[in-house]
């Protein structure tokens, strides 16, 4: 086990040897991916995203810390400013034919993989509405723990803060959406064996950041990693 990794390319390896980036590639792709999914709706311009992602990690690739965190999140701090960045472009182009002209051209197998990703990822996205009202600090913390999968370390990192101020937000952010759950009216009457609370606004994202902490993951989300 120790020899494969010893094996694997590093960022700074694969900026450098194109056979060791397909392999830093390889590894990183279905993750990156399904992160970009969850934030986009349109096939092109997640893989788009999806590219620009490893392109900006190829241009950055000196400036990866291992004892800063693990690659993948240090890959998740880079695709969250990459899709940050296209949300700013899209603010300010209402015409959307400069991104147009220049799209990858995806054939239709492309297109179809690419939409079943993104429809795998509507309930995440789902997720991600629902905290848009947290404050941004917060709201980036438990979205990397919530739905991205990362622990609290790896969102420090992906984020670029200190553990302990990943925790406190997180801590900051299940409280704020526990009380949006609990004093939340109900439009309509809740089903027989619910609660108020169940069918209020952000109740769900409010058991999805409470999972974080008990371990059971809600339907749709899961947890394959610890918090730290």
Do not use: C
Not at 15 to 28: K, T
Not at 37 to 50: C, E, G, I, Q, S
Not at 84 to 94: I, L, S, V, Y
Request: hydrophobic letters at 40%; aromatic letters at 4%; proline letters at 5%.
């Amino acid at each position: 086990m120790a020899g494969e990794r010893s094996r694997r390319a590093g960022p700074r390896e694969a900026a450098r040897d194109p056979d060791r980036f397909e392999e830093f590639y390889r590894r990183h792709v279905e993750r990156i991916t399904r992160f970009v999914a969850r934030r986009v709706d349109d096939p092109h311009t997640a893989a788009d995203l999806t590219a620009d992602v490893f392109l900006a990690a190829i241009r950055s690739a000196d400036s990866y810390r291992p004892d800063r965190g693990e690659e993948e999140a240090w890959l998740f701090g880079i695709a969250r400013n990459v899709v940050a960045a296209e949300r700013r472009r899209a603010a300010r182009e209402a015409d959307s034919g400069n991104r147009l002209a220049g799209r990858r051209l995806l054939d239709s197998d492309d297109i179809t993989r690419m939409e079943e990703r993104i429809h795998a990822e509507d309930r995440a996205r789902e997720l991600l509405g629902s905290m848009a009202e947290l404050p941004e600090g917060e709201r980036q913390v438990l979205e990397l723990v919530a739905v991205d999968q990362l622990s609290v370390t790896e969102a420090a990192a992906a984020l670029g803060i200190r553990k302990v101020t990943a925790r406190v937000r997180l801590h900051r952010a299940r409280k704020a959406l526990a009380a949006a759950a609990r004093r939340g009216p109900a439009a309509e009457e809740p089903p027989t064996g619910t609660s108020p609370a169940d069918t209020a606004p952000g109740a769900d994202t409010a058991r999805a950041a409470e999972s974080t902490r008990t371990g059971d993951a809600p339907v749709g989300i899961s947890y394959a990693r610890g918090q730290a």
